[in-house]
């Protein structure tokens, strides 16, 4: 089946304009998250949701950043205003929060945001 | 408290060797310790996972070491092959607010030379 996809797969964009990323989770996959990864460095959390609602926005590196999800699928992670700092991969990963002690998240393939 | 430790940043074996990853954490409620490849322009793929009630778990070449004492696990490559070559982390989850929240490690880039 499919996993979950990401868009766009590359994003350049310049010093203060805004932008949005997508993620399409695994169908009937009810968790849903965001990460940055900059480069060479680890996976750093910014929000998940569990359906619809965001229980967890802890993060969200500054008021820049948002995001949301509607219908229990598909989730955009806005930012604005963008810095050079903000140049990283982000990543999304989907899950079915399943009762029980492990919980897979199957990750998308990123997309690269190149801020000049 | 929230953080997991991870060593060594890059890793160079022969094929054939093993391949030793460390990570080590603090938080005692960590209940799920997974472990994902990464290959470039990939997200991670889970590898292999272990729960602290176990203290040793394999999957084929791959194996998982858990000391909870020490509050530490590694994963271990065994035989390790040029199609190992990849980033791997670690990564330690804690239930909360209905859901997992997942912590990882800063990544080790493993090449395995030919």
């Known amino acids: 089946g499919a996993g979950v996809s990401q868009s766009p797969s590359n994003k350049v964009t310049e010093k203060g304009k805004d932008v949005e990323l997508r993620c399409d989770p695994i169908s009937g996959h009810t968790a849903l998250y965001w990460y940055r990864q900059r480069l060479g460095q680890g996976l750093e959390f910014l929000i998940y949701f569990q359906g619809n609602s965001a229980p967890d926005k802890s993060g969200l590196p500054s008021d820049r950043f948002s995001a949301e999800r509607t219908g229990e699928s598909v989730s955009t992670l806005t930012i604005q205003r963008t810095q050079q700092e903000d140049s990283a991969v982000y990543l999304c990963?989907?899950?079915?929060?399943?009762?029980?002690?492990?919980?897979?998240?199957?990750f998308g393939p990123g997309t690269r945001l190149t801020v000049l | 408290q929230q953080q997991v430790k991870q060593s060594p940043q890059s890793l160079i074996v022969q094929k054939g060797g093993i391949s030793i990853i460390n990570c080590a954490y603090e938080?005692?409620?960590?209940?799920?310790f997974p472990w994902y490849q990464q290959f470039p322009g990939k997200g991670p793929a889970l590898l292999i996972a272990i729960r602290p009630d176990v203290s040793e778990k394999k999957e084929g070449r791959f194996t998982i070491s858990f000391n909870k004492s020490a509050k530490q696990f590694s994963l271990h490559i065994m035989d390790s092959q040029p199609g190992d070559s990849a980033t791997y982390f670690c990564?330690?989850?804690?239930?909360?607010?209905?859901?997992?929240?997942?912590?990882f490690g800063t990544g080790t880039r493993l090449k395995v030379l030919a």
């Open positions: 938080n005692t409620a960590f209940d799920y």
């Open positions: 990564a330690a989850s804690i239930r909360t607010s209905g859901t997992y929240k997942y912590i």
């Open positions: 990963a989907s899950s079915l929060a399943q009762r029980g002690w492990s919980d897979t998240q199957y």
